[in-house]
């Protein structure tokens, strides 16, 4: 009995005779635990890919950057990423509370290299780890019921240039995100970040924002 496989893959595979291909990965790659060798890469990480599942059923995928090490293995079944300030929606965090099944994507662009991970996610407003995140509003525990690498070949290579200046670090204060200063979005913002623009100043127009979006060549909510 597969663990990993229902009707439909096998379908698929029987269609284009993958099964023992299949069989085969399945029994050499796929792990219920996080060995060494996987803890390493997953630490070594700055970004990932998580996968949640929202109150429609629909998939949905986002982007987590942090510095390496953000995302921690505190053993072999478990693993742990913080929340960091966004734009308001939690809707990955949302999604997960509502259903706790998630999947997880760490890639190496620069050393081709790819690590998938399934698990059932909780969060505890009182974890522990809370406080050894700076700025973290929750902390994600991750009950990790499977994992593979997979093949490389289309991972195409990128390089870093530089890490974020806005992850939350505790050597330094944490600048504003731009788009928090935008003049016609002061209403809907909370109160801190409200308090904090008008402390700081710095407001801008919508124009003001979109030149500065062009500059950097990147894009924010």
Known sequence: MSRLYGPVHRSLQDRFDTRRLADNVEARVVLTEVSPEHKAFIESRDMFFLSTIDHQGRPTVSYKGGDPGFVRVINSKTVVFPCYDGNGMF???????????????????????????????????????????????????????????????????????????????????TPLAPWKRVDDIQASLPAKDRARVEREGNLLSRAEYEKYLSDVGSRET
């Open 91 to 173: 809707y990955s965090m949302g999604n997960l509370l509502g259903n706790p099944q998630v999947g997880m994507l760490f890639i190496n662009f620069e050393k081709p290299h790819r690590l998938r991970l399934q698990g059932i996610a909780s969060i505890d407003d009182n974890d522990p780890l809370l406080s050894e995140y700076a700025e973290a509003q929750l902390v994600v525990r991750v009950s990790v019921t499977e994992m593979f690498r997979n093949c490389p070949r289309y991972v195409h290579r990128y390089k870093r240039i530089q890490p974020s200046e806005f992850v939350p670090r505790s050597t330094c204060e």
